[in-house]
């Protein structure tokens, strides 16, 4: 049955064509969805079913996870649990919707449900109705069957936020079930951890006793590629999820230093930054780590490649080939080069899932004497027009698109300490994700 939901023009998340007479802040609105009206969305607490111990233990996991995965998706204005009506509809017979639309919850749309656990399995009945359409409120039902753990039952909040989500906000996927990758000397050596998205679950990857960094997990989210400090120099490695260990990669391993790898759009091709042949270039090679191409031939280092993830045809990255770094574009196989950054110190781009911006570390006041501040900027690739989205928040680098284009994580330096945070895509709701060492360089995976 299809309903029709209002507002959905507004959640049409991957424009890529912006007008020349809206400001930058409206370019990023008009971009990413934010800042247009949205959806007033409630999420009753879920109705226990069963006298199984486990129960109210997954069921507060599941709901607190549910709430925070609405909260964070960047498309609703969430009914706070303080204005929720009271009670725990499970099913389609007990939700009173007349007392969610009314004062002061106010919900166009609430999302309830029943969770029971019970030999072993954990099962999730979720719906949800539309408070306004009193005929026909039903927008969305599912239901899950898995192993009981409470890992399951964020996993099964996760899958149900994704859901909802989806089906509000024009049809793209949420970002709940994704991980970021990232670098931290938690254990006394720089190592790849993995986290999701909203910072739970952090655990290591690697476990090399050196220095890796820059982790890239690849398309299909298999293997990731990183730079590690070995007897020979900087190498670039690969390891893979799939088999639990290291794999060959060897055309990071030949001479000079290799650093900042990237994945093609596609998952067969790797770029990455090497100094075999003097100054640092771009390099790109196969997945397998066979057939090398260089791609630049500048005075100066070349480093940090990025790929268009809708075309796969332009690689964005850093060159100091006109003194201090700077953002430029260029096809794949290295024609047609565009600086986009006009000044200052700019590094360490990540393009837009809808291949239209590009996001990257700026410090416009770079030079002799100046105070600078390095902060993430948002740029549209067609006008070169940009929007700050930091501000005098410490020093902030390496900034990574989820793959909704509604997120951003970076890393921030305050003092001494470096942790990540993520924000949505106009600079507001910035949350700290990592708390436990020093952590570096994020890498949002791709689905």
Not at 181 to 203: C, L, P
Not at 254 to 281: H, I, L, M
Not at 400 to 424: A, K
């Amino acid at each position: 049955m299809k309903v029709k939901i209002p507002c959905l023009c507004l959640l049409l998340v991957a424009l890529i064509a912006v007008s020349a007479s809206l400001n930058a802040q409206d370019w990023v609105h008009a971009g990413t969805n934010l800042g247009n009206a949205r959806i007033r969305l409630g999420a009753a607490d879920f109705k226990p079913v069963g006298a199984d111990p486990q129960t109210p233990a997954l069921k507060a996991t599941f709901d607190a996870t549910l709430f925070n995965d609405l909260q964070n998706a960047g498309i609703f204005d969430m009914v706070s649990k303080s204005m929720a009506p009271q009670g725990t509809p499970g099913s389609q017979q007990e939700i009173n919707l007349g007392q969610w639309s009314a004062d002061p919850a106010k919900a166009e749309m609430v999302a309830f449900g029943a969770l029971s656990s019970n030999g072993g399995r954990l099962v999730v009945y979720g719906f949800l109705d539309d408070t306004r359409n009193t005929q026909s409120p039903q927008v969305l039902t599912q239901q899950y069957n898995e192993a009981s753990s409470q890992e399951m039952a964020r996993t099964v909040a996760h899958r149900f936020a994704d859901a909802i989500i989806e089906r509000l906000g024009g049809g793209i996927n949420g970002i709940a079930e994704t991980k970021i990758y990232f670098v931290s000397n938690r254990t006394g050596t720089k190592e790849i951890w993995a986290m999701d998205y909203d910072g739970q679950n952090q655990h290591q990857i690697t476990h090399l006793g050196s220095i890796s960094i820059s982790p890239r997990i690849s398309p299909d989210n298999s293997r990731i590629a990183f730079a590690s400090l070995g007897t020979g120099g900087w190498a670039i490695r690969m390891y893979s999820l799939e088999l639990g260990r290291m794999v060959s990669f060897p055309g990071g391993t030949t001479g000079g230093n290799n650093q900042s790898p990237a994945w093609s759009a596609d998952g067969s091709k790797v770029s990455f930054s090497s100094g075999r042949t003097g100054d640092p270039e771009i390099w790109v090679a196969d997945a397998s780590g066979g057939n090398l191409r260089k791609l630049t031939s500048f005075r100066g280092p070349d480093v940090s490649p990025t790929w268009n993830p809708r075309t796969n045809a332009q690689i964005a990255w850093v060159s100091g080939r006109t003194g201090l770094p700077q953002i430029y574009i260029m096809d794949q196989d290295g024609a047609n080069v565009q600086r986009m950054t006009d000044g200052g110190y700019a590094i360490s781009p990540s393009w837009h899932p809808n291949g239209a911006m590009l996001t990257f570390s700026w410090n416009r006041k770079y030079g002799p004497g100046a105070p600078g501040g390095q902060d993430i900027y948002v740029m549209d690739i067609a006008s070169k027009r940009w929007m700050q989205l930091t501000h005098e928040s410490g020093s902030n680098d390496f900034p990574s698109w989820s793959p909704d284009g509604r997120h951003i994580v970076f890393e921030r330096t305050v003092g001494r300490h470096t942790q990540l945070w993520t924000m949505l895509a106009d600079g507001t709701q910035q949350q700290e994700l990592t708390r436990g060492g020093d952590n570096f360089m994020p890498n949002w995976s791709w689905k």
